[in-house]
């Protein structure tokens, strides 16, 4: 009892220490789990645990992640993404597999030997490209969403590669193993199957019996179920009840000699539409993470650092040929789906590493003499040094390839040979709305902005809009700009947004400026320009929502609108007296005499407004 409590500490420490400095790092948590495993990987060895039994019960961790990702994988979502998950997804994944197969061919490899070594890398890791996508931003680019949908292939083809794999077992490799067996006994958790015996026809039809069991209970079984154990009221035995329900599926797939993977993603795919997803991975996701972190830390506590050492030469080359290998095919792929400029080169840079499900099948591999140890090995340094490279993959597009892309076009401003009332500096996603508004209402526009590939978009929409750079002077007063009665600056970027407001309220006093503003502060910069007409970006949604909060309390819309009316004024006059003490110069938290005046008018205001509000509740009553 005590070597075991030992060894989980040992675990949980690294774990701990390891992620945070990792994540901080930009490595993200795999590697992080990955590094605590070769730093414990000689304590380990001195306490003399066993690595491999540990393996094969954090590889149930891997059995959760699948049923995870079969949650988010709602049927008629996978529908609508059909074409660009078979066609960048489907591409990358046989392509790269083809390529990697015939490269170890070339290099003296069997053939389900070479086949096996293409399908483990041409996977990509999910967990450090997402993390680091969301972390960036660049989840919602073109080059993310492209990078997400082959991901979401490359986890679902992994249910046919366990699939395949057995089928490539190597009958020299069976036979010189000896122990091997007990090995892959204890991978797939059992060395006894219902279908051992049994004539092909009948062994097939128990495993189409135990699939279609698995989405018959999925469908109909698990809403009485989870219905029964809501009337207790106890969190726990929902958990209880999740992870039950993901083990039997598991067993019932072991024991019909499929993969327990498989069966815990069809059961979450069944269950995607169901009203108990998200309790379902809220309860099941905690033991997913520890026991894949725990999976991971094996991995890497497993890694033969004397293989390393002796075949560095090999790993560094087979690494190198990984990376090359699928940055081309990716780059292929993304010039025939018509991925362009950054987005290509961020779509095929980010998918260029091996990824954690590589761990897994190859582990599954040597389990069914495709691998021998020493390959298996090899492999797996190879997928985990392309995962540590894949930082450095990102520095070079944030650093090299992204810089030469957003540099301004370098196209000439469009002639500007009309004169309207209302000029718009910007046609995004608030200058579009505030153009169609004015035009709408029959007022001429004048619409400016520097994003020529939005403008051409906008233009086969019927807007007319004009290439240029709004914060120039030239361009403004070819404009327009002295006879104009309405500026309205609309630009993403607030240095741009500060710089047209200064240049237009100190040369045409007689013009009317809206502003954009980006958050309080910058109304405060904005009013120091002498911009009177500031509207904060979110400011009007904030109301809006304040007041269907107001209404979802049980006030009718009448008295949520005054009370929001009310909240309005008081913010609005309060802005000028604050604005008035802003200094350009000092952060507005250290600013002691605008600090004391928010404190004073808060003081002064609050029961003003809470007597106003209480007022229109009894009116309403």
Not at 408 to 421: C, F, G, L, M, V
Not at 516 to 529: C, K
Request: aromatic fraction near 10%; charge should be negative.
């Amino acid at each position: 009892m005590t070597g075991f409590l030992v060894i989980a500490f040992v675990i949980l420490v690294a774990g701990v220490v390891a992620v945070p400095i990792a994540s901080r790092l930009g490595l993200g948590s795999v590697l992080g789990y990955l590094l605590a495993g070769m730093a414990i990987s000689p304590l380990l060895l001195a306490l003399r645990v066993d690595i491999e039994g540990l393996q094969v019960f954090a590889e149930f961790g891997v059995v959760m992640m699948l049923f995870l990702v079969g949650l988010e994988l709602e049927p008629k979502k996978l529908w609508e993404m059909r074409k660009r998950l078979l066609g960048l997804g489907g591409g990358q994944v046989l392509a790269t597999t083809i390529l990697l197969a015939a490269i170890a061919m070339v290099s003296g490899e069997r053939w389900q030997t070479a086949l096996g070594i293409g399908m483990v890398l041409a996977l990509s890791s999910t967990a450090i490209i997402v993390q680091t996508l969301n972390e960036k931003g660049l989840m919602k680019s073109e080059g993310g969403e492209a990078s997400f949908s082959v991901l979401l292939f490359q986890d679902v083809s992994v249910i046919p590669m366990l699939a395949i794999i057995p089928l490539l077992a190597i009958p020299e490799l069976a036979g010189a193993a000896g122990g091997a067996a007990g090995h892959a006994e204890g991978a797939h958790g059992a060395g006894w199957t219902i279908t051992e015996g049994l004539p092909a026809w009948l062994a097939a039809i128990v495993t189409i019996a135990a699939v279609a069991a698995v989405a018959f209970i999925g469908n109909y079984l698990t809403r009485p179920i989870f219905r029964f154990i809501a009337a207790a009221q106890l969190r726990e035995l929902f958990t209880a009840v999740g992870l039950a329900f993901v083990i039997g599926i598991a067993l019932l797939m072991t024991f019909v000699g499929l993969s327990p993977a498989l069966g815990t993603f069809l059961a979450g795919v069944v269950l995607a539409n169901s009203e108990y997803r998200h309790e379902l991975e809220s309860d099941v996701a905690p033991f997913k993470g520890l026991l894949l972190g725990l999976f991971f830390i094996t991995v890497g506590a497993g890694i033969d650092f004397a293989l390393a050492y002796e075949q560095f030469g090999t790993v560094l080359f087979w690494s190198a040929v990984v990376i090359a290998t699928k940055i081309i095919v990716l780059l292929v792929i993304a010039r025939i789906a018509g991925i362009k400029r950054q987005a290509k080169w961020l779509f095929s840079l980010s998918l260029a590493q091996a990824g954690e499900f590589g761990f897994v099948l190859i582990a599954f591999a040597l389990a069914n003499f495709v691998f021998d140890e020493p390959l298996a090995d090899l492999l797996l340094l190879v997928v985990a040094l392309t995962m540590l490279v894949t930082p450095l993959l990102f520095i070079v597009y944030d650093k090299v390839i992204a810089p030469r892309f957003n540099r301004k076009d370098t196209r000439q401003a469009d002639t500007i040979e009309e004169e309207n009332p209302v000029i718009i500096a910007g046609r995004g996603r608030v200058g579009g709305i505030v153009d169609r508004m004015i035009q709408a209402a029959g007022f001429s526009t004048t619409v400016i902005d520097y994003d020529s590939s939005h403008l051409e978009v906008v233009r086969k929409f019927g807007y007319r809009s004009y290439f240029g750079d709004a914060t120039r002077p030239d361009l403004l007063h070819s404009a327009g700009i002295d006879k104009a009665r309405v500026l309205v600056v609309a630009l993403d970027d607030r240095e741009q947004i500060d710089r047209l407001v200064k240049y237009a309220v100190a040369n045409f006093p007689k013009l009317h400026v809206v502003a954009r503003a980006i958050d309080r502060g910058h109304v405060y910069e904005l009013w120091s320009y002498g911009c009177r007409d500031i509207i904060r970006e979110t400011y009007d949604s904030s109301l809006r929502m304040g007041r269907s909060s107001f209404e979802a309390l049980g006030m009718d819309r009448q008295q949520a609108q005054a009370m929001a009316d009310a909240f309005e004024e008081m913010d609005r006059s309060s802005m000028a007296e604050v604005a008035a003490l802003y200094d350009s110069k000092i952060p507005s938290y250290e600013n002691e005499p605008l600090v004391a005046k928010v404190k004073e008018l808060q003081a002064k205001w609050d029961p003003v407004l809470r007597e106003q509000m209480d007022g229109i509740i009894k009116r309403g009553r």
